[in-house]
């Protein structure tokens, strides 16, 4: 585990429950879940919570972040637009573990209603225990994020 052992966590409405699931379990392996909600179960439009995890990892004051909206997908975008953030869906355990190790991400985003419980723990596992390989994926990784500019 690095010195930084904090994981932000947020979603949209569709997917509370798991979010707060996955953090309970990342607080279990010992790390510090920082919870950004939303905590009420109101409509709330997905991109303003994938922004705010974003600045969170973005910042420094987060290792890595994870969210959640129904399919994952819409607030994987919102976060990859802040700079710095390298975010990727996953519905598998293999591209949890290779979104570390080639790809360097630092946040990654869950789809609620495409997978269960079970699958989702196992994804977080998977990608909270794979280091990142460098070596020629440290260029790669350069060049995603010189197309920011
Ligand atoms: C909300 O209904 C849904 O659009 C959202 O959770 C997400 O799936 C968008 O990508």
Not at 28 to 33: F, I, M, T
Not at 58 to 80: E, K, P, W
Not at 122 to 135: E, S
Request: proline share 4%.
């Amino acid at each position: 585990m690095t010195a930084n052992n904090r994981i932000v966590l947020s979603s949209d409405h569709s997917a509370i429950a798991l979010r707060q699931v996955i953090a309970a379990h990342v607080e279990a392996l010992g790390w510090v879940a920082v919870d950004i909600g939303p905590m009420t179960p109101e409509s709330t439009p997905y991109p303003q919570h994938g922004e705010a995890a974003a600045r969170r990892v973005a910042s420094g004051d987060c290792r890595f972040g994870i969210i959640l909206c129904g399919t994952g997908q819409g607030i994987m975008m919102a976060a990859n637009k802040v700079r710095g953030i390298r975010c990727g869906v996953c519905g598998d355990t293999f591209s949890a573990r290779m979104i570390r190790q080639h790809n360097d991400a630092n946040m990654i985003a869950l789809g609620a209603r495409v997978i269960g419980e079970g699958l989702a723990l196992d994804i977080v596992d998977a990608f909270l225990t794979a280091p990142f390989d460098g070596g020629r994926h440290a260029p790669r990784v350069a060049m995603i994020d010189a197309l920011e500019g």
